[in-house]
């Protein structure tokens, strides 16, 4: 059973930054799609950037140019580096690692929360 631990959220002025992290039970980068999930209250969740088994990568249209995700395979790690945070980027983020419809494994979610 692959675990999936989120940490770095936080509290953060606008414009300023944040490093995500999602830690891997074990190493799965070459079979599992890795992706970055926030949900902010009472919308839905929504996909904010994802990295494939081969390495493709694709963000959401609002966070292009502001935010990177990235993988660490010796830590089995996925990172997303966020900046420039602005208020409507406040949410709860998610760790996701998904094979097809074989597996769909979330992590518990840290909050990042954007404000003056």
């Known amino acids: 059973q692959v675990q999936l631990v989120e940490s770095g959220g936080g509290l953060v002025q606008p414009g300023g930054s944040l490093r995500l992290s999602c830690e891997t039970s074990?190493?799965?980068?070459?079979?599992?799609?890795m992706a970055w999930y926030r949900q902010a209250p009472v919308k839905q969740r929504e996909l904010v950037a994802g990295?494939?088994?081969?390495?493709?990568?694709n963000y959401e249209d609002s966070v292009k140019g502001r935010f990177t995700i990235s993988r660490e395979n010796a830590k089995n790690t996925v990172y997303l580096q966020m900046n420039n945070l602005k208020p409507e980027d406040t949410a709860v983020y998610y760790c996701n690692a998904r094979v097809g419809v074989l597996d769909d494994v979330w992590g518990q979610g840290t909050q990042v929360t954007v404000s003056s």
């Open positions: 990295i494939s088994t081969g390495g493709s990568i």
């Open positions: 074990r190493s799965i980068f070459s079979v599992y799609d």
